[in-house]
């Protein structure tokens, strides 16, 4: 028997007045898979991370919450992740973790950021922004881990660096959700480009795709169509 997906989507449908944000979206997101939300800017990727993670409701459709219950059901990293100035890396981190009980040491280890554990956050590169921001994400061990372009406007040592991270997250049992206007693996990850706004109105597009990854890197992807069609996952 095929499990129940992590997280999942029917139809899900969000408009703002004339514009639709996102279009009829039916989409499953599986554990220990990376799966991706690709699309050009404006195409509806962070409303639907929004919807995803209860921020907005929708005008129509609905989201469904199918993984383990645990001190947090997602981890979230936005696409531009700030922390307070004055900390070090290990103290922001140990914030984070004490809020939930968790190992910050744990969380350091899970992106690779030991060596600089006593660097002021001011003092961090772009990149290792984002793995500190993908640190508190894990915190609590949530089932579900939702990354807004974890990856934009890096170099790709670190781009490549930060997608083996993910990977290895994913490898760790969770559904992990990622949004990217390009495609972050030569091969192509997941997809799902809900819409498309063009002067100011919203349309599909003419082609959709959404595609899952399964965790490791040796592994062979599996494709998937979304965009409003159902599709049945593919087996593990």
Partial sequence: MTAAPYLSTSDLTKSYGD???????????????????VGPNG?????LIELLLGIERPTLGSVEYGGPEEVRRFGYLPQRPTFRPGFTVAETVDFYAGLVGDD????????????VADRPVTG???????????????????????????????DPAMSERIFGV?????????????SSHELPWSNGPPTASPSSNRGGSARREARQSCENRPAGRSTRRSRRCCGGHRRRRSGR
């Fill in 19 to 37: 514009v639709t944000a996102v279009d009829a979206v039916t989409v499953e997101f599986p554990d220990t898979a990376v799966t991706g939300l």
């Fill in 43 to 47: 195409s509806g990727k962070t409303t």
């Fill in 104 to 115: 910050p040491d744990r969380l350091l280890a899970n992106v690779g950021l030991e060596a």
């Fill in 124 to 154: 961090l590169s772009g990149g290792m922004t984002r793995l500190l921001g993908i640190a508190q994400a894990l915190a609590g061990d949530p089932p579900v881990v939702v990354l807004d372009e974890p990856a934009s406007g890096l």
């Fill in 166 to 178: 993910v990977e290895d997250i994913a490898a760790e049992g969770r559904a992990v959700v990622l």
